[in-house]
């Protein structure tokens, strides 16, 4: 049985096949659990004879932490990408997220299906078809 996470975690890996389709070329594949509790991808392709690629956390906390940066430094460190010596960090995180901390050599990618409003992780989706219902009821 999924759980919240799981489920979360799946609009993230979709949202990363938008990014990263597998018709150019990309191929998605799990990173081993690096002990903390975001998940994290590996992207890479070969084309043209360069390989390009990434490592990708997902993190839904509010706040970025040192902690969170450690986690993805320790995840590229223990998943290597093939043919790069020093491929792209990636955080995706959801919208409004505080992210003071992260160092510049890492890349912040905003989540198009979460945010922070307030101290609430909202489902951006799930929000604009309760916006839509309602404006149809004072429509009608």
């Known amino acids: 049985m999924g759980s919240n ?9 979709k949202e990363l096949k938008k990014l990263y389709p597998s018709v150019d070329g990309w191929q998605i ?17 070969r084309i043209l004879g360069k ?8 993190s839904f ?3 970025v932490t040192p902690g969170t940066i450690d986690s993805l430094t320790a995840m590229a460190r223990n998943n ?8 792209k960090k990636i955080l995706v995180i959801p919208q409004n997220t505080n992210v003071m901390v992260v160092p510049s050599e890492v890349t912040v990618l905003p989540m198009q299906s979460f945010a922070w409003e307030n101290k609430e992780l909202v489902w951006l989706k799930r929000r604009n078809q309760v916006s839509e219902k309602a404006s149809a ?3 009608s």
């Open 29 to 45: 594949r799990p990173a081993a659990k690096s002990g903390g509790k975001e998940q994290g991808f590996v992207v890479a392709r």
């Open 61 to 63: 906390d509010h706040v």
């Open 5 to 13: 996470d799981d489920i979360m975690h799946e609009f993230v890996r």
């Open 80 to 87: 290597p990408v093939p043919g790069l010596a020093s491929p």
């Open 137 to 139: 009821a004072k429509r």
């Open 51 to 58: 390989s390009e690629g990434a490592h990708v956390l997902v």
